[in-house]
């Protein structure tokens, strides 16, 4: 993966939110959206069996030459591999004139396919709040829909998503993944309940554990590539705790998959089970920039051979997922 530091937004372009056109009536994939981006009206999940990867097939098969140029890459082009919180995978974004209504809809109805009813709702207020809206954020296709390798990107301030249909062998979401949110008091976060959810399981150690588990200093934000069964995790390993602790950390994984599509929840779990299961898994929690100094730790992480969760609470969230087998 590549490391890089946060890009500026392309071109130095942003669209004003009240100059993007808003949708009335237009149906992408046999669903209506009567208002993009708009998370009031039902998630396609609940009134639709297409998936993702068909939607970006359409969205594919919609591209111009010109189109193309713009946003195709090869699968295994190094972009598709980098992971970063600021950063634009091509230099067009959705509200460019490149796309029509048609297209932007599309691309919406991709983002509501791989994300729960919640998880829509919330990156999307993520994305007003950070940066004007999911029009301000940018789109890839790698590899050709249809063939046995291809992959949909969306990228912007704070999110990194993929859609590939279990294409990338053993790679939950088709590799990592990253969200974020620029609201700097904890508990005006968007994602300050995964935090809360988190502490749960601290709070339920014994002082031992409390030990074994809180450490000083966070590893650098972006170390989250996988070691596998031969890698040395921080924190305590939750093969150590007792059966109830164990329930808490099983809980506390849902709810942080809880944005996300079912498809690639289940994922998840086959990849986690074929590592070794929850036994396997560690946590840590890091005293260092402890907002209002509450001891609710606002850094931790999840990690084991085939699963890092990197969350980063401050001074604002920056979190990264990468969960798959070490090749």
């Not at 590939?164 to 005006?188: C, S, T």
């Not at 014994?206 to 650098?220: C, E, F, I």
């Amino acid at each position: 993966m590549n490391m890089n530091r946060p890009e500026s937004h392309p071109q130095g372009q942003r669209v004003a939110r009240r100059d993007f056109v808003k949708l009335g009536g237009a149906v992408a994939a046999g669903v209506a959206t009567p208002g993009l981006f708009d998370p009031r009206f039902a998630h396609a999940a609940e009134s639709s069996a297409v998936t993702a990867e068909t939607v970006v097939g359409e969205l594919y098969a919609s591209l111009s030459d010109k189109q193309k140029k713009a946003i195709w890459r090869p699968f295994d082009h190094k972009d598709r591999r980098r992971i970063n919180p600021n950063w634009h995978v091509t230099s067009a974004v959705i509200g460019d004139d490149l796309f029509s209504d048609k297209q932007r809809t599309l691309i919406d109805q991709i983002v509501r396919n791989i994300t729960s009813k919640d998880g829509y709702e919330r990156l999307v207020q993520q994305m007003d709040e950070d940066d004007g809206g999911m029009e301000n954020y940018s789109i890839a296709i790698f590899g050709e829909p249809g063939t046995d390798q291809f992959q949909f990107e969306m990228t912007g301030r704070h999110l990194t998503m993929r859609a590939d249909g279990n294409r990338v062998d053993k790679a939950a979401f088709g590799g990592p993944i990253v969200y974020g949110h620029g609201e700097e008091w904890p508990k005006d976060n968007l994602f300050f309940y995964q935090t809360k959810k988190t502490n749960e399981v601290f709070q339920a150690l014994d002082p031992g554990q409390r030990k074994s588990a809180l450490l000083k200093k966070a590893p650098k934000e972006t170390a989250v590539q996988l070691q596998g069964s031969g890698g040395r995790f921080p924190g305590i390993a939750v093969g150590q705790l007792a059966s109830d602790q164990k329930e808490l950390v099983e809980s506390t994984l849902k709810v942080l998959l809880g944005p996300y599509r079912e498809e690639d929840v289940d994922e998840v779990m086959a990849i986690l089970k074929e590592s070794g299961g929850l036994d396997q898994l560690h946590m840590a929690f890091y005293q260092e920039q402890d907002m209002d100094d509450d001891k609710v730790w606002d850094i931790w992480r999840v990690e084991g051979p085939s699963l890092v969760w990197h969350f980063r609470g401050a001074p604002h969230v920056h979190a990264y997922i990468n969960i798959g087998v070490k090749s």
